[in-house]
């Protein structure tokens, strides 16, 4: 037992500590003033969601781009409240003649939000899809930074930075870590040349790369994942040609849950994905995460039937908090924010418990989301 202990903890720290060499190989991005070129389709799926899209259009409005460069594609996924109109009514009155259109989803998947991004992808005039949520706030050279980037790298894809608007509650602050931790991930992994993760709130990609890979066929069954597999598509295709957009200009942030119980079951639909994905980095990655977690719970009980496996558990438990507080510190670097002390601690004991609910939870596939129940489905 002390043995299991001691290689865990070796594979865990090695594996983090890889990554966070993939973090600080990652170049941050400094655009200078380009002369505006690259055309841009906006698709933002809603579902319910007029409490948060004044937020969103009010950051529409403020883009410094040349309108006549981009176009905004909100597609309505079944709403049942009035996000459709309070579109309208709030862009209907922007200074400039904003090109937008407000269409509706068509359904064909197992998969709303593919089958939104498909149905949009199919009507958009320019050639680079830009993918953001109704719940998202757009800083204000997004687009100039995504168009400096495309004109440096000529890429296929590029994933960009999310962050979280959180107050001062442990609730939000724990989200926020988590967040910032899955960060660093995908960071880490585009700086090793192996991207992993990226995030459908603030992902671009070419539409002529997204048709030759046929779009979302072999995983529409899927509900979530329109951003996981869109990047292992991708990455196939393309290997040299995916990007990381690092820069604080281009960073996208969004709102938190608002319970612990929309917090697990977020993350369960995130998971529900894992057994799809074909990225063998990926899975390996997510066993050595899970097993390090599981023994912070199990080597409590562990060392009561052997009382000499104590130091080893806690020496492996000091090392894992501090690389943990370490990776996640480089988050807080870039994102320009600091680290709660008490907030960080809590949350690294925290963590393995809702990862092992997540982890069980995610078995049988099934949830519920924005109203709808979500069923496994096998291809």
């Known amino acids: 037992m002390i043995l299991a202990v001691i290689v865990i903890g070796l594979i865990y720290f090695i594996s983090i500590g890889i990554l966070l060499i993939g973090n600080l190989q990652l170049p941050e991005f400094s655009s200078e003033e380009k002369t505006p070129k690259n055309r841009f389709s906006i698709i933002i799926p809603f579902r319910n969601e007029a409490q948060h899209l004044p937020k969103l259009l009010a950051s529409i409005q403020k883009l410094e781009y040349p309108f006549t460069l981009f176009e905004i594609i909100f597609v309505d996924d079944d709403s049942e409240d009035a996000s459709a109109n309070s579109i309208q009514e709030a862009l209907v009155s922007y200074p400039k003649p904003l090109n937008y259109s407000v269409i509706s989803n068509i359904r064909v998947t197992g998969s709303p939000k593919k089958d939104a991004i498909t149905t949009a992808v199919n009507i958009a005039k320019h050639d680079w899809i830009l993918t953001t949520d109704a719940d998202c706030q757009l800083p204000q050279k997004w687009l100039a930074t995504y168009d400096a980037f495309i004109q440096e790298n000529d890429p296929k894809l590029v994933a960009g930075p999310v962050d979280l608007e959180v107050d001062i509650t442990f609730l939000q602050h724990y989200q926020q870590l988590d967040s910032w931790s899955l960060q660093s991930v995908t960071r880490g992994s585009f700086g090793l040349a192996d991207p992993l993760l990226c995030n459908g709130a603030n992902l671009a990609y070419k539409k002529d790369a997204y048709k030759a890979v046929n779009g979302f066929a072999g995983n529409d069954h899927i509900a979530s994942g329109d951003d996981i597999f869109m990047l292992e598509k991708m990455k196939k295709a393309f290997p040299n040609e995916m990007y990381y957009l690092k820069s604080e200009e281009a960073i996208v942030t969004t709102r938190p849950q608002k319970n612990w119980t929309s917090v697990v079951r977020q993350r369960i639909r ?55 507080t370490i990776f996640l510190f480089r988050s807080a670097i870039f994102f320009k924010k600091t680290l709660h002390p008490f907030y960080t601690l809590l949350s690294s004991f925290l963590y393995p418990f809702i990862t092992l609910c997540v982890v ?16 496994k489905r096998i291809n």
């Open 270 to 324: 995130w998971a529900s994905k894992t057994s799809q994905q074909k990225t063998l980095t990926s899975k390996v990655l997510g066993v050595i995460i899970f097993t390090s977690n599981l023994l912070v719970i199990a080597g409590v009980a562990l060392c009561f039937i052997q009382k000499e496996l104590l130091p080893f558990y806690i020496s492996f438990l000091v090392g894992k908090v501090l690389i943990d």
């Open 360 to 375: 069980f939870g995610s078995f049988s596939g099934s949830y519920r989301w924005k109203g709808r129940f979500y069923k």
